[in-house]
């Protein structure tokens, strides 16, 4: 019999837990395993009530010999910048250490695109990440460096644009086009459609829309 788990439980349980929504297993059960508790309750017809009791417990045996595949159930594409300023690099290490100061296990982003346009890998597709409050379950996280103006602009950090370069723009093309083969029907979205920020600067959902 599962232990009931909630909010600030931790522990081998909360692991196992994690492993069965995909979820990075760090054993603390933070708001991104109530948030994905809560989706897979509603999507299971449970009360979302982000506690995992007798009857979640039930509904989630059967998701464990899923949970060791190397996919899971995407349908959103959102992309975002780093809030950094223009024309300055800003490498996976530093966004993995502001989102740990941040309460996150790992990085929260699955790509990274850099100013040259290479694409640096985060977290694994295969796990949620944390990147969006309401759409992590079911979305991979892509991240382009920049975002604010240049430093030398007097409140660069409250000003968020889009600061793409020529080869961002066209290394996200090809991410994006490569993330639809995987992920058939997944639509494309900007951070700004979910949450009240101007992340990531530009109106992702109409730019890709035809892609
Ligand atoms: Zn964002």
């Not at 382009?144 to 409250?158: E, F």
């Amino acid at each position: 019999m599962k232990p009931t788990l909630k909010r600030g439980s931790r522990g081998e349980d909360v692991k196992d837990l994690q492993k069965r929504l995909a979820l990075l297993p760090d054993g603390i059960f933070g708001p991104l395993t109530e948030e994905a508790v809560k989706q897979f309750q509603s999507a299971h017809g449970l009360s979302a009530d982000g506690i995992v009791g007798p009857k979640t417990w039930t509904a989630l045996v059967p998701t464990l010999a899923s949970a060791s595949k190397t996919s899971r159930f995407v349908d959103e594409i959102i992309i975002h910048y780093t809030a950094t300023p223009q024309g300055e690099e800003f490498s996976n290490a530093q966004i993995k250490a502001s989102h740990l100061a941040r309460g996150f296990s790992d990085i929260g982003y699955h790509y990274v695109i850099g100013l040259d346009g290479e694409i640096r890998p985060g977290r694994p597709e295969a796990i949620a990440g944390a990147h969006c409050t309401g759409h992590n379950s079911r979305s991979v996280g892509v991240c382009y460096v920049g975002g604010c103006p240049p430093r030398s602009v007097k409140g660069w950090q409250n000003i968020g644009r889009d600061t793409r370069t020529e080869a961002q723009k066209k290394a996200l093309l090809s991410l994006i086009r490569e993330l639809k083969g995987r992920y058939p029907g997944a639509t494309v979205h900007g951070h700004n459609e979910f949450a009240n920020k101007p992340c990531p600067g530009f109106n992702a959902c109409k730019e890709y829309a035809d892609l």
